[in-house]
């Protein structure tokens, strides 16, 4: 019974969090020159229902001034907000930020357009709520923006995390983990390059979807795996990784559209925007293989091997049963939104 009990708090914590990602989704700032010192500026942000939205707003330099009045609406979840500005002398080199962000628990991505096609990218927080606008990023600051995206992509996506979580519990020796990870990495690597090009054009919501359909998969194949009947994912999990890794890139893919490539530096932001992806979902698998190894040593001083293998069982079934109730939870959400 405590078991149960156990079982169903924790369900009840996982499936508490799709229903506060309102709090999280990041907000996002669009400032494009369209000519000498104008702008068109977009700015989304969390909203719930139609008329309550996240109370950040953008603080501008001392100068700007509107043209036109500012258009507003409610749309999908969020409050979007466009205006026409001008600034003599234009922004470059101006500070830009977001009232009210420190207050929250969200981000607001930013993206700044010039006219020579430069873009610089920038991510905003409760604990940095304004920037400087640059008038062309240089590599090295690229380079730092998209790794870091990258890992907070990874390490906040937990979609992708279950489903990694999921293959490190299946698969369980370091060595085919490596291997696993590795043809997960090289696969969505394939595909993200391929979808941010504009290679290959495949909807969002059908792949977020899918993402988790695949999450249930391999919670199955844990299941299958622990009951004595290892099918080809438990024998060649490489293979069935490498293909889910081709799928997973497409999730990346879209997360990386919010923001956009400065298309002066394509190459070194997908590049690190990549890496970091990488580094977050080593971090995470060097994690959990360190916390199941010494839960290994505590058990190895109460127990014989047998009994504890036997434990080890039983908790990777009641990790696979809490994994794919939550991916089936994501499954049901996502799709019910194809006819909202």
């Known amino acids: 019974m ?35 010192g104008a702008y068109n500026l977009l700015f989304k942000v969390p909203a719930r229902g139609e008329d309550l939205r996240l109370a950040v707003y953008v603080k501008l330099p001392v100068g700007t001034q509107d043209v036109g009045l500012p258009r507003a609406s409610f749309s999908d979840g969020a409050y979007v907000e466009r205006r026409s500005i001008r600034r003599e ?22 993206r700044v357009e010039s006219l020579a ?28 923006t998209y790794l870091r995206l990258g890992v907070e992509h990874i390490l906040f996506g937990f979609d992708h995390l279950l489903f990694v979580l999921a293959l490190v519990i299946l698969v369980r ?12 990495t090289i696969a969505h690597s394939i595909t993200l390059a391929a979808a941010t090009l504009g290679f290959v054009n495949v909807p969002g919501p059908p792949v977020e979807a899918t993402i988790a359909l695949s999450i249930m998969l391999v919670s199955v194949e844990i299941l299958n795996a622990r009951r004595g009947k290892p099918s080809l994912t438990a024998r060649l999990p490489w293979l069935v990784a490498f293909g889910y890794g081709l799928l997973h890139g497409f999730g990346f893919a879209g997360a990386l559209a919010e923001v956009g490539l400065p298309q002066h530096a394509i190459p070194i932001a997908l590049l690190f925007f ?32 047998a009994p504890i293998q036997r434990t080890v069982d039983r908790l990777d079934v009641f990790a696979a049963y809490a994994i794919g109730t939550v991916a089936a939870f994501w499954l049901i959400e996502r799709t019910s939104a194809f006819f909202v």
């Open 274 to 305: 990549n890496l970091g992806v990488e580094i977050g979902q080593l971090a995470f698998v060097a994690s959990v293989l360190t916390a199941g190894g010494l839960f290994r040593t505590a058990m190895a001083r109460r127990l014989e091997l």
């Open 89 to 110: 002398g234009g922004l470059t080199g101006q500070a830009v930020s977001i009232e009210g962000l420190s207050a929250t628990s969200t981000d607001v991505l930013v």
């Open 117 to 144: 096609g430069a873009t610089q990218t920038e991510r905003l927080s409760p604990t940095k709520t304004a920037f400087l606008v640059q008038a062309v990023p240089g590599p090295g600051e690229v380079a730092a």
């Open 2 to 36: 405590n078991r149960f009990r156990l079982f169903l708090a924790i369900m009840a914590v996982l499936l508490a969090q799709p229903a506060s990602s309102d709090e999280l989704r990041p907000g996002y700032l669009q400032i494009r020159e369209t000519g000498p």
């Open 173 to 184: 020796d370091w060595r085919r983990v490596a291997v696993t990870v590795t043809a997960f």
